[in-house]
């Protein structure tokens, strides 16, 4: 399977507890965005990646969120402290390049349930 | 912020007949795109348009850039029922330093056999 690889693919955590998603992109794909969607929402944009960089985090609340995208191994968003409001599916997308004819893809996402 | 509109929020529809699913946005995007969700899945990407008034299709998927580069749509020819699941807008600004989606919150389309 070439496409994007998001695990664990399901995360329960309780609150105050840390949450680590990780998202592994198409081959080839230097570049890494994270989205969050809540039940009958559309996704939001949270953080953009490239390798060793954080381009732009403008969607994303800094005191708990943070993420990487190293030069080895896949990206990793953390969120620290979670609480209940946290819950929601989180997509990690891919694509080649920036700019046009550089279509981002999608992973099957990672739902987080916060008890 | 930008926000989407997406109308309808909802249909319901025959087997075979045709459907159209439209977008409006507040303030321009270079980019639309238009993907397709399942349950407990992420979106497929269906169509890419990045030309004002470009009309693409794929296969029984035709979507249109508006003029305006305000608003775009998505026609479904001969509807079957695999078509079910929720579809989804997004708005592009490539070339303005980042390159997030502006989502919209979809159509739930369900096909009757």
């Known amino acids: 399977n070439a496409g994007v690889m998001q695990n664990p693919r399901h995360l329960v955590r309780r609150r105050g507890q840390e949450a680590r998603l990780r998202c592994s992109p198409m081959k080839g794909h230097s570049h890494v965005y994270w989205y969050r969607q809540l039940p009958e929402e559309g996704l939001k944009f949270m953080v953009y990646?490239?390798?060793?960089?954080?381009?732009?985090e403008s969607g994303m609340q800094k005191e708990r969120f943070s993420a990487e995208f190293p030069k080895e191994g896949p990206s990793i968003l953390r969120i620290q402290q979670v609480v209940r409001g946290d819950s929601a599916a989180y997509f990690c997308?891919?694509?080649?390049?920036?700019?046009?004819?550089?279509?981002?893809?999608f992973g099957d996402g990672t739902r987080l349930s916060i008890l | 912020g930008q926000q989407l509109n997406q109308s309808p929020q909802s249909m319901f529809i025959q087997e075979g007949e045709d459907v159209s699913m439209n977008c409006t946005s507040s303030?321009?995007?270079?980019?639309w795109l238009w993907y397709k969700q399942d349950p407990g899945e992420g979106p497929v990407l269906l169509i890419a348009l990045y030309k004002a008034g470009e009309l693409t299709s794929n296969g029984r998927l035709t979507a249109q850039f508006g003029i305006t580069r305000k608003d775009s749509f998505l026609n479904i020819s001969a509807s079957i029922p695999s078509d079910v699941g929720i579809y989804f807008c997004a708005g592009q600004n490539s070339g303005a330093g980042s390159y997030q989606l502006t989502f919209g919150k979809g159509t739930k389309l369900s096909v009757i056999p």
């Open positions: 303030s321009i995007f270079n980019t």
């Open positions: 997308a891919s694509s080649p390049g920036a700019g046009f004819f550089q279509p981002q893809h």
């Open positions: 990646l490239q390798k060793e960089n954080i381009i732009d």
